[in-house]
């Protein structure tokens, strides 16, 4: 936060924020990836959160090797519209 004698502003992003903008981008996002690239450890619940501001976004399970060699099931989630969400954060 800055905070000045007339106003406070947000200079970072939320984590919603970053989530809400790499899907919307295009890209798709799982635990890993909003780990190592974004240092989002609850993926999920931002995801459920965006959902919940009206925001469409789609989940698909994937399968990835385990270290050890095994199959592994993960949520993979991407943006799957372009139109405006219904509910805007500030209305909450």
């Given at each position: 936060l800055v905070v000045s004698k007339y106003r406070t502003r947000r200079v970072t992003m939320t984590q919603e924020e970053k989530v809400l903008s790499c899907l919307k981008e295009g890209r798709k996002l799982n635990c890993m990836i909003a780990f190592r690239e974004l240092g989002i450890t609850k993926l999920a619940t931002k995801v459920s959160t965006?959902?919940?501001?009206?925001?469409?976004?789609?989940?698909?399970?994937?399968?990835?090797?385990?270290?050890?060699?095994?199959?592994?099931?993960?949520?993979?989630?991407?943006?799957?519209?372009?139109?405006?969400?219904?509910?805007?954060?500030l209305d909450l």
């Amino acid at each position: 936060l800055v905070v000045s004698k007339y106003r406070t502003r947000r200079v970072t992003m939320t984590q919603e924020e970053k989530v809400l903008s790499c899907l919307k981008e295009g890209r798709k996002l799982n635990c890993m990836i909003a780990f190592r690239e974004l240092g989002i450890t609850k993926l999920a619940t931002k995801v459920s959160t965006l959902k919940k501001w009206g925001h469409p976004i789609t989940k698909k399970t994937i399968v990835v090797p385990t270290r050890y060699g095994k199959a592994s099931h993960i949520a993979e989630y991407h943006y799957s519209g372009s139109e405006q969400p219904v509910q805007s954060q500030l209305d909450l």
